[in-house]
Nanobody
Framework: QVQLVESGGGLVQPGGSLRLSCAAR????????MGWYRQAPGKQRDMVTT???????NYADSVKGRFTISRDNGKNTMYLQMNSLKPEDTAVYYC??????????????WGQGTQVTVSS
């Protein structure tokens, strides 16, 4: 069994910062690509940022220069540092990981989602 557990969401004022974490737990052999996605009410789920196993990153234009993705392979954990937050960043944030389990099954897994609200 493999699961992704997110933490770190909450309410923050415009211009503030939050740090999200996503920990992969279970029978994990290796973790390939990981990423953060978000979904605002009434909208589709969109890619925010991704990171490869070699730590190459990609960002949506809307968050470049404000958000930073990172991962700690030893802890099977990914992070999203969000600075200069704007009201339009309000959404449920989901982490994603492509994981090879110890029984040689390769699947994409999603976290449960964490709410980020940017409001004064």
């Amino acid at each position: 069994q493999v699961q992704l557990v997110e933490s770190g969401g909450g309410l923050v004022q415009p211009g503030g910062s939050l740090r999200l974490s996503c920990a992969a737990r279970g029978s994990i052999f290796s973790i390939n690509d990981m990423g953060w996605y978000r979904q605002a009410p009434g909208k589709q789920r969109d890619m925010v940022t991704t990171i490869t196993s070699g730590s190459s990153t990609n960002y949506a234009d809307s968050v470049k220069g404000r958000f930073t993705i990172s991962r700690d392979n030893g802890k099977n954990t990914m992070y999203l540092q969000m600075n200069s937050l704007k009201p339009e960043d309000t959404a449920v944030y989901y982490c994603y990981a492509n994981i090879l389990s110890t029984d040689w099954r390769n699947y994409g897994y999603w976290g449960q989602g964490t709410q980020v609200t940017v409001s004064s």
